[in-house]
């Protein structure tokens, strides 16, 4: 009803069709009750969590540009502005599609070129979502170019390589990442300032920024208060603690924003975010050639999506060390409400990078498979851990921003079974079991240690 | 007679044209005495600094690459260690030669070709400096190839663009400044990774990554005490507070470090530098071909050596602002000095980074400028400061580790008057005084005062 509301207040013509869409998860869930008796309330909670939020995302009409919206985040949020009534244009290099190329890999769920999931779109939804294929890191020109012709009034910026993984395979993908996230990012904040145009940055950091265990407690949302030598109180940037060329990269973005921010008033909006787990979101479920892409590779793949898809196949789940790393997760289906939300709430002029941790819930990883192996029975193995971390640590986050503008998010407990079901069951055959074991490792000891551990 | 024991000690021949190389800065004071009574006593301290230090820096003979061995810092650099006995091989593009002509900018004093001052160090000194050219950005399979057959045991990291102002005049300089510097540190890393080597880095940063007045007090090596949320103690990285691109490329190059030392025990010296001074060192003199670069010009002449060229020439000295900004300052030779020191007292492995503030000095810099305007009358003119930066600043900043390690620098007031006569006056006739001036604006604002200024 809110989502009609809504479309109410925007002054939108309300059709029969658009009815259909909104009330379509619903419809959904009382079809398939019988398929799986367990799913029921785990999908009711999720579905009426998904609708909760959508009176406090209301903002006026924006023209946004979505760097990185063909993948795992970029295109479910794309979809989710449009679905709000922003201007959306996507860009992408596909760089997505290609490593998984490079890889052997795919996507479990069939994802659609990006010109079809946008023409699909614009038939479903009668919204125009424009696509411009360009790369952040080789086409600044093009990219100055374009954010002046287009002047668009937010850039949200997952352009980025986002395997933690991938990112320690070996010196070809730690120079990448390095290379294309730092270049990009600050080719996206140069374009900006020589435009001389006021657009607002949404990027999409990570909870690894901070590290386990240095923020004296709860860690904080970007900025730690601390007592400097003479008794100084001073808030700072929260130290970073990267534990991947990943991880790292985000951390240098974040001294890319400060600056740019403080010496040429660029307005940041900087979101560390968990591991996201899950699929679909209300607007990639309307059709299957929105499906969104699902990754359940070594590389790839998130640990609760690999262990979703493991459930699904009945092999045991792949647990690195003990298991004892606790981890801050969030559903995809939240990410793109949590940008929406920052794009609706951009910091003021002269404010500084504004962060919000964008988070539902942290989990331990161990307890996380648990819970998958009580539901399923699927087993559990335990792995040497081809990283270099803590065995144990605890977590303890604020996301207390978030929340305050209304986000309410979906948690694994809730919305865990739905995903094996629906997505990780439905396509198990297209998946390649070969692909799931790690073959990242961190550093020459913990291939080492690996090794040893295949050959017993 | 300190570095003649230093000879003996290493089982050198001590033959005569040794002895008079060494004594030769001396004889030449003394031959100068009469050309200018003023330069005497500064000259005298200077030469006996020079001299002081040596039995400090005696370590064994290492092999010792220098990146960027061709540049301002690099070449004297270069000259010490193989005067230490190291065996020196300097790799660089020439790539601030190449910027010169970009600028249509040339160092002040005339340098010989990288071949000829290689050449000319081997017949006068009877060492072997050998010379490769290598992009440490673009040629990384080279510069992975070169380290497996050379095997240094040390690396000094000198290569990136060093001009803050540089750093800040387009969105091309921006651009190149924050990929070559930031992908040659990480093609580096990366590459001693590969290569399985235990090099040790020692890399050339700046005080500038410090800001200005956040630590609460005297500026440490580093790492900074403070009291987390919770009461906590801890030691942290100094938080981050670059003025330029330039800076915030070394703040990017600190997290790289930090990461790589963490997650693969790289040993890493990081030495935050002061604004370098001066030109000639000990063995810089010791043949006019072997000269170092001075610069002067807006984009590479930092402020002290600036004022000298204006000095020299009686033109007003140009202080940007009110001249509030107090800065930390080192001369060239100190430079040579400290990365001698810091390779003859690396980290042991397993350490975390060492940092040292690699200072002499602070000093205002109307300061310094009156105190060039006392000596010379040649006046002061001040202008609309080109940077966005703090009007005033006072600055404290602890050098203990080197000091530990018995450095006892130059400083302004006892090595000044010899610069200026001896190569601001010597060389005046090769300054293009339309370069002098500053021509790279921090922001739209900055440059838009500055037309303001000019127009008045």
Same mark, same amino acid.
């Given at each position: 009803?809110?989502?009609?509301?809504?479309?109410?207040?925007?002054?939108?013509? =309300?059709?029969?069709?658009?009815?259909?869409?909104?009330?379509?998860?619903?419809?959904?869930?009382?079809?398939?009750?019988?398929?799986?008796?367990? &799913?029921?309330?785990?999908?009711?909670?999720?579905?009426?969590?998904?609708?909760?939020?959508?009176?406090?995302?209301?903002?006026?009409?924006?023209?946004?540009?979505?760097?990185?919206?063909?993948? @795992?985040?970029?295109?479910?949020?794309?979809?989710?502005?449009?679905?709000?009534?922003?201007?959306?244009?996507?860009?992408?290099?596909?760089?997505?599609?290609?490593?998984?190329?490079?890889?052997?890999?795919?996507?479990?769920?069939?994802?659609?070129?990006?010109?079809?999931?946008? %023409?699909?779109?614009?038939?479903?939804?009668?919204?125009?979502?424009?696509?411009?294929?360009?790369?952040?890191?080789?086409?600044?020109?093009?990219?100055? +170019?374009?954010?002046?012709?287009?002047?668009?009034?937010?850039? $949200?910026?997952?352009?980025?390589?986002?395997?933690?993984?991938?990112?320690?395979?070996?010196?070809?993908?730690?120079?990448?990442?390095?290379?294309?996230?730092?270049?990009?990012?600050?080719?996206?904040? #140069?374009?900006?300032?020589?435009?001389?145009?006021?657009?607002?940055? $949404?990027?999409?950091?990570?909870?690894?920024?901070?590290?386990?265990?240095?923020?004296?407690?709860?860690?904080?949302?970007?900025?730690? !208060?601390?007592? =400097? *030598?003479?008794?100084?109180?001073?808030?700072?940037?929260?130290?970073?603690?990267?534990?991947? $060329?990943?991880?790292?990269?985000?951390?240098?973005?974040?001294?890319?924003?400060?600056?740019? /921010?403080?010496?040429?008033?660029?307005?940041? &909006?900087?979101?560390? %975010?968990?591991?996201?787990?899950?699929?679909?979101?209300?607007?990639?479920?309307?059709?299957?050639?929105?499906? /969104?892409?699902?990754?359940?590779?070594? !590389?790839?793949?998130?640990?609760? /999506?690999? @262990?979703?898809?493991?459930?699904?196949?009945?092999?045991?789940? &792949?647990?690195?060390?003990?298991?004892?790393?606790?981890?801050? @997760?969030?559903?995809?289906?939240?990410?793109?409400?949590?940008?929406?939300?920052?794009?609706?709430?951009?910091?003021?002029?002269?404010?500084?990078?504004?962060?919000? /941790?964008?988070?539902?819930?942290?989990?331990?990883?161990?307890?996380?498979?648990?819970?998958?192996?009580?539901?399923?029975? #699927?087993?559990?193995?335990?792995?040497?851990?081809?990283?270099?971390?803590?065995?144990?640590?605890?977590?303890?986050?604020?996301?207390?921003?978030? #929340?305050?503008?209304?986000?309410?998010?979906?948690?694994?407990?809730?919305?865990?079974? !739905?995903?094996?079901?629906?997505?990780?069951?439905?396509? +198990?055959?297209?998946?390649?079991?070969?692909?799931?074991? *790690?073959?990242?490792?961190?550093?020459?000891?913990?291939?080492?240690?690996?090794?040893?551990?295949?050959?017993?």
């Amino acid at each position: 009803m809110r989502e009609i509301i809504i479309a109410i207040i925007r002054g939108k013509m =309300l059709n029969l069709s658009y009815t259909i869409l909104v009330l379509f998860p619903v419809i959904a869930v009382a079809l398939r009750v019988s398929m799986n008796g367990l &799913t029921l309330q785990s999908r009711r909670s999720h579905t009426m969590s998904m609708m909760t939020m959508s009176a406090a995302t209301i903002g006026p009409r924006k023209k946004v540009v979505v760097l990185g919206g063909d993948g @795992f985040c970029g295109w479910p949020t794309s979809l989710h502005l449009s679905e709000q009534d922003h201007d959306v244009i996507i860009v992408d290099n596909l760089s997505r599609r290609k490593i998984d190329i490079e890889l052997g890999c795919d996507s479990l769920t069939p994802i659609a070129s990006i010109e079809d999931r946008c %023409q699909v779109w614009r038939q479903i939804s009668g919204k125009r979502l424009r696509f411009r294929y360009l790369d952040l890191q080789h086409d600044y020109a093009e990219l100055l +170019q374009f954010l002046k012709d287009e002047k668009p009034d937010a850039v $949200v910026h997952f352009a980025e390589q986002r395997a933690a993984p991938y990112s320690m395979k070996d010196d070809r993908r730690k120079r990448y990442t390095i290379d294309n996230n730092l270049s990009g990012t600050h080719n996206l904040l #140069c374009a900006i300032v020589e435009s001389q145009l006021d657009i607002h940055v $949404v990027h999409l950091g990570t909870m690894g920024v901070y590290g386990y265990g240095t923020s004296g407690g709860e860690i904080p949302e970007g900025y730690l !208060d601390v007592i =400097l *030598p003479g008794g100084r109180s001073s808030k700072i940037l929260h130290p970073a603690n990267p534990g991947s $060329v990943y991880h790292l990269t985000k951390c240098l973005d974040a001294l890319v924003f400060q600056f740019y /921010n403080k010496n040429d008033g660029v307005r940041v &909006t900087d979101l560390h %975010q968990g591991i996201v787990w899950g699929t679909n979101t209300l607007e990639t479920i309307r059709d299957e050639r929105l499906i /969104n892409r699902f990754d359940y590779d070594g !590389d790839y793949g998130t640990v609760l /999506n690999r @262990f979703l898809m493991q459930a699904a196949l009945n092999i045991p789940l &792949t647990v690195y060390g003990t298991g004892g790393q606790t981890r801050a @997760f969030i559903h995809i289906s939240d990410t793109a409400r949590c940008i929406s939300l920052a794009i609706n709430n951009p910091p003021k002029a002269g404010d500084k990078v504004e962060i919000f /941790n964008q988070i539902a819930e942290t989990l331990r990883v161990r307890d996380l498979a648990n819970l998958i192996n009580d539901k399923t029975g #699927c087993g559990i193995r335990n792995l040497e851990n081809p990283r270099k971390e803590d065995a144990e640590n605890d977590l303890e986050v604020s996301n207390q921003k978030f #929340c305050n503008l209304g986000l309410s998010p979906v948690t694994v407990e809730a919305g865990l079974l !739905d995903e094996v079901v629906n997505i990780a069951g439905k396509y +198990q055959q297209r998946c390649d079991r070969s692909k799931v074991l *790690p073959n990242s490792f961190w550093n020459k000891a913990r291939a080492d240690a690996a090794a040893t551990d295949k050959a017993r």
